[in-house]
């Protein structure tokens, strides 16, 4: 059974950054390319940035530049380091498999405001 639980959100300024852990169980986990993804109340869910199995990294134009997504195979765990934040930013963050699976966590929430 695949499990995702995030962490690392909270309240920052605008220019200050963030890191997010994920923790996920599945033995799918070392083989496949996980993703963080975010969501705004009343809109859909987007994908920020996707991890390959061997590291490689593809991001979001919105975030290009100023995060940067990493995973520990042996530890089932990804990140995501968020420098430069924006108001715009703000959003619940979660973690996935890439393509996303059906076992969305709790997510953990970000907000960027002064």
């Known amino acids: 059974q695949v499990q995702l639980v995030e962490s690392g959100g909270g309240l920052v300024q605008p220019g200050g950054s963030l890191r997010l852990s994920c923790a996920a169980s599945g033995s799918i986990f070392s083989i496949s390319p996980m993703g963080w993804y975010r969501q705004v109340p009343g809109n859909e869910r987007e994908l920020v940035a996707i991890v390959a199995r061997g590291g490689g990294a593809n991001y979001a134009d919105s975030v290009k530049g100023r995060f940067t997504i990493s995973r520990d195979n042996a530890k089932n765990m990804v990140y995501l380091q968020m420098n430069s934040l924006k108001p715009e930013d703000t959003a619940v963050y979660y973690c996935?498999?890439?393509?996303?699976?059906?076992?969305w966590g709790q997510g953990t929430q970000v907000t960027v405001s002064s």
């Open positions: 996935n498999f890439f393509p996303a699976t059906a076992a």
